[in-house]
């Protein structure tokens, strides 16, 4: 089965507020997350990584939250823009140092921002 | 500085016939890798390439499917009689080195089996 996975297929946000999409991970050996945006017909966009000797990580207007406790990782948009309309997959990577090979992807949550 | 070419974008082949999917990686990047995406699904890892060699193809299907990357040219994923269950987006990646955060994905080739 998936490694990784979405809690909700979609999430609807009105514009200007602040989103939180959710990750649930069951591999405790994984140490290294990231979160990608796909927009449609496109090809993922990185976002934000964060290793596993961490728990918080921000980035502009993006923060990643990693609960190792309960396998967790979630990303936070402040002030949603039309322009954050997309797909956002967390991928992990099982391996030391995050150089092993390959990313596991969850299937996907796909953000639709109401104005 | 482009970034991960992919051609073609959409390609359509017959149930039976080969589909060759290229991958330029970015300027100095010398790991290649391919994933395959059908819809509504997050990215499947397929194969990791360095020049000329083949570093982990766990994610490759045992038949009908084959990658290279030579060491001149882009990177090459070859499937060979093709069936429906094909169609889907694949996309490539390149990074400089091993570090995941320098993946760059190109746009993807959708491949279409009819």
């Known amino acids: 089965g998936e490694s990784v996975g979405l809690h909700l297929p979609t999430l609807s946000v009105q514009e200007g507020d602040n989103s939180i999409i959710n990750c649930a991970y069951s591999?405790?050996?994984?140490?290294?997350f990231i979160w990608y945006k796909q927009e449609s017909g496109k090809g993922p966009q990185f976002i934000i990584d964060?290793?596993?000797?961490?728990d918080k990580r921000q980035g502009q207007r993006v923060t990643v939250l990693l609960n190792k406790t309960v396998k967790h990782l979630s990303l936070q948009i402040a002030a949603t823009q039309p322009g954050d309309s997309a797909v956002y997959f967390c991928a992990e990577n099982i391996g030391s140092g995050g150089g092993a090979d390959g990313l596991t992807f969850g299937k996907g949550t796909h953000l639709i921002i109401q104005p | 500085n482009a970034g991960v070419m992919q051609n073609p974008r959409h390609l359509v082949r017959r149930r039976g016939q080969e589909a060759r999917l290229r991958c330029s990686p970015m300027?100095?990047?010398?790991?290649v890798y391919w994933y395959r995406q059908l819809p509504e699904e997050g990215l499947k890892f397929m194969v990791y390439?360095?020049?000329?060699?083949?570093?982990?193809e766990s994610g490759m299907p045992k038949e009908r499917f084959s990658a290279e990357f030579p060491k001149e040219g882009p990177s090459i994923l070859r499937i060979q009689q093709v069936v429906r269950g094909d169609s889907a987006a694949y996309f490539c990646?390149?990074?400089?080195?091993?570090?995941?955060?320098?993946?760059?994905f190109g746009s993807g080739t959708r491949l279409t089996v009819v």
């Open positions: 390439l360095q020049k000329e060699n083949i570093i982990d």
């Open positions: 990646a390149s990074s400089m080195s091993r570090d995941l955060g320098g993946y760059t």
């Open positions: 591999n405790s050996a994984s140490d290294y």
């Open positions: 964060i290793r596993s000797n961490m």
């Open positions: 300027k100095g990047h010398s790991h």
